[in-house]
């Protein structure tokens, strides 16, 4: 029986041979492409090994952060680490079916493709998390058919290779959440001063909402769309049955409290540790610094440190005030009063204020009893007569009159309605208005170094007021004259050419003439301080007293160059005039020479390396450089250093007990008394320069120095009465009473071979140790007094003129 056939008609035919070779011609292309393409993709298999940038570290001497150096903010943290509901939160947000596909999402591609089609480009991606994950680490960004086709293939090379866990590890440490914070853990800290397990479902929605678009969501910028998307979060996540309709209400309206974490010892150390990063970059390039995160190890100790930043600013705005108020900054109409406080305001939201804060605020009236009246932000705050007495009387004329100050302190100050000042938050007051203080930023710079005199470890670091107004670190990068500060240096070398404490030098009128190049004579006639002279005076109260003519004798007497010479010995590397003037410290050198000088000075004249480095790991752990021999057992290896921190014997111990032994009269007797406040065995010296241009003190514990200075960048006088002492010693004092309080008080350790003799204090003869007033004094071996005669005194009045003597 013959089966009847059907035959199609020949368009129909056609159509279907047609639309069979179309789609074998596809399946060719697309298999022709797929060869093409798989042979240049990169390989998946380097996703295994994740190293992306990450945070470089400083720390403190006990581990604290001090700092951190990257060009992204990544902190790479482990799943584990991760809320359930933060990674329920993205998968719900950005990839619904994560746990269901195999790296391709065909729904989410189709509706994709249709509205770019529609829209006649690419406008809307329908990428899942793996494809975002290849797109960030093994593509680039750009948006095209021919990245879209790679996207997929690799997606699906990783959901073969890695699991769904290591794929969320890969994503949500590497994707960007704004404001710089690349990864959860990052993120957490930039918007709730958080880690990442401590995120509520309310904070972990409002994360999942940002990689849409982070700088539109953002709650710092944007609160409302930020919350209109945490809302978008939560819907899905209700909708993916995360979690149910009331736990979403209730974490849409719980408060969000927006703040990035406050590490205030990143504040305290900037001078430092920019200086840290300075020598990290040049030993090991931008690329491993910024982006290798390396674990960097200080000598900084951050209650030392902070201490040293709280003291210069405190001293620095107390002598700014012994001079006066200049004014307001400046004055605002009611229009612009208004958005400045709007912009307060939402600064605030990122860093509320604290107690301490110095920030700007905006009069508004006196409160009636001499006081202010100001806003800031969204806050009202009192100044009381009090805390603006240095300001002088107040007067609060209506907005728009003349402003003025009290210069030199004197007279009143007129703050009118609108004046923009500077104030200091004294606390956060329950209610009512905020209690504050009057401020100015100083116009005068100041430093303090601190160091461990034995070892050379730098324990803190001030460069300046503050980093942000200036970078430039002047405790390393300025060069200022020191001043008496410098005759210590002086005296070390004269004990170690003969002098004894017990020495007699003349204290009289001496005066220079000398040719100059032209052959015209010129005088030079230097003066004490107190423009008063002794007569005959010992080492000891000479320095003491920071007699300038006794100095100048004694530099006369043994030798300028040997002086000089002497001074390089002790740690001074920038060069020195030599002549006289060295004796009143005419050469401009740098506190960290000053502060290594004096460190050998007191600590049994060995000459110390300052170092603040102390080790660099790499990102694994492996040490890359230390200054401790007991990291490296078996000695470095390749890719590894060991630092050297050369100890060096500049003078002997005796004449270090002998300059230290003196320098504790400066305290006790001295221009140096007001640091007998420490209340411990303390040794010092005070500087002050022609003019009152710069004011030193350095002063010393056995177990740590410190040096502050303060001075104008652009030279010009402190003012009256402006001394070391007066300018500079209430820094040094003030961090050292919170720097050693956890220190044993201890005496300067005394040689040995150190010989006593009871001497006459003021003739420097040898007497009875009976005798009234006898002095116990101390002597280098065999150096003992012995009975002078008149004669033996250094520096007769013949010496009053010195003609053709050694030019000043």
């Known amino acids: ?153 690799l997606a699906y090379r990783i959901e073969n290779r890695l699991s769904k866990e290591e794929i969320l590890y890969l994503y949500l440490n590497q994707i960007f959440l704004g404001h710089g914070a690349y990864g959860v853990q990052a993120a957490a800290e930039n918007y709730f001063a958080k880690n990442v397990e401590q995120l509520n479902l309310a904070e972990c929605s409002l994360l999942a909402g940002l990689p849409r678009a982070p700088s539109r969501y953002s709650p710092y910028h944007n609160l409302k769309q930020a919350k209109e998307r945490q809302k978008y979060v939560l819907e899905r996540m209700v909708e993916e049955k995360y979690i149910t309709r009331g736990e979403a209400e209730a974490a849409y309206k719980l408060p969000l409290v927006i703040r990035a974490r406050r590490v205030q010892s990143m504040n305290a150390a900037a001078f430092f540790t920019e200086q840290v990063r300075r020598d990290l970059e040049s030993a090991y390039g931008h690329d491993l610094l910024y982006r290798g995160g390396l674990e960097v190890r200080t000598s900084l100790n951050l209650d030392q440190q902070v201490a040293a930043q709280q003291a210069v600013r405190s001293n620095l705005r107390e002598y700014d005030k012994r001079h006066g108020y200049r004014g307001p900054l400046g004055t605002l109409d009611p229009a612009a009063e208004s958005r400045f406080l709007e912009e307060q305001t939402e600064e605030f939201i990122k860093t509320p204020p604290a107690a301490g804060d110095i920030l700007e605020a905006v009069v508004t009236g006196s409160d009636g009893a001499g006081g202010l009246l100001v806003r800031f932000g969204g806050y009202q705050g009192l100044i009381s007569r009090k805390e603006a007495a240095w300001a002088g009387t107040l007067q609060v004329p209506p907005r728009g009159a003349t402003p003025s100050g009290n210069a030199k302190g004197v007279g009143s100050s007129r703050l009118p309605v609108g004046s923009r000042i500077l104030v200091r938050v004294i606390e956060q007051p329950p209610a009512g208005p905020w209690p504050l203080a009057l401020e100015q930023d100083p116009e005068a710079e100041g430093v303090l170094l601190a160091l461990d005199p034995r070892s050379g470890l730098i324990k803190a670091m001030v460069g300046g007021y503050d980093f942000r107004r200036s970078q430039f670190n002047r405790v390393l990068q300025a060069r200022r004259q020191p001043g008496s500060a410098m005759k210590p240096l002086i005296y070390a070398a004269a004990l170690d050419k003969g002098f004894t404490p017990a020495t007699v030098v003349l204290d009289a009128p001496l005066v220079f003439r000398f040719r100059q190049p032209n052959g015209t004579l010129k005088e030079w006639a230097p003066q004490n301080y107190s423009r008063e002279f002794a007569g005959p005076t010992t080492v000891r109260q000479a320095l003491t007293k920071s007699n300038n003519i006794v100095t100048i004798r004694i530099l006369q007497e043994i030798g300028v160059r040997y002086a000089a010479d002497y001074a390089r010995q002790l740690g001074i590397v920038s060069p020195l005039q030599e002549d006289l003037t060295l004796a009143l410290g005419s050469s401009a050198i740098t506190p960290l020479e000053l502060a290594t000088a004096y460190a050998t000075l007191v600590n049994g004249g060995i000459r110390i390396t300052p170092t603040y480095i102390t080790s660099v790991r790499d990102r694994d752990g492996r ?183 050694e030019t000043p």
């Open 1 to 153: 029986m013959k089966i009847p056939t059907c035959r199609l008609p020949r368009w129909c035919r056609f159509l279907l041979y047609g639309g069979a070779a179309a789609l074998l011609l596809v399946l060719l292309a697309l298999s022709a492409a797929y060869l093409y393409v798989s042979s240049t993709l990169p390989k998946v298999e380097t996703l295994a090994d994740y190293r992306p940038p990450v945070v470089t570290r400083i720390l403190s001497d006990n581990g604290s952060l001090i700092a951190e150096v990257y060009d992204e903010r990544r902190i790479v943290v482990p799943v584990t680490r991760m809320p359930r509901r933060l990674i329920e939160a993205f998968v719900a947000a950005e990839d619904a079916n994560f746990f269901q596909h195999r790296g391709i999402d065909l729904v989410s591609i189709l509706r994709a493709a249709i509205k770019n089609l529609m829209a006649g480009g690419v406008v809307q991606g329908g990428s899942t998390i793996t494809q975002q994950v290849t797109k960030s680490l093994l593509l680039t960004p750009e948006r095209s058919f021919e990245r879209k086709f790679k996207e997929a293939i």
């Open 623 to 805: 040490i890359l450089e230390s200054t401790a021999p007991a990291d490296f057992p078996t000695g470095p290896q390749a890719g590894q250093r060991l630092v050297e921190r050369p100890r060096t014997r500049a003078i002997s111990p005796e004449t270090s007990y002998l300059i230290t032994s003196l320098m504790e009269s400066v305290v006790q007797n001295g221009t140096g008394a007001g640091a007998k406040a420490l209340g411990r065995p303390a040794a010092g010296k005070t500087g002050t320069t022609n003019e009152l241009r710069d004011a030193w003190f350095v002063g010393s514990v056995p177990q740590l120095l410190a040096l502050a200075w303060v001075g104008y960048d652009q030279e010009r006088s402190l003012g009256h009465l402006e001394t070391g002492g007066h300018a500079a010693l209430p820094a040094w004092l003030a961090f050292m009473q919170t720097a050693v309080a956890p220190l044993p008080a201890e005496p300067f350790p005394v040689p040995d071979t150190i010989e006593f003799h009871a001497i006459d204090p003021d003739s420097g003869r040898a007497v009875s140790e009976s005798a009234g007033g006898a002095y116990i004094e101390a002597f280098a071996p065999g150096k003992g007094p012995q009975q002078r005669t008149g004669d033996e005194v250094i520096g007769r009045i013949r010496d009053f003129f010195d003609l053709d003597g």
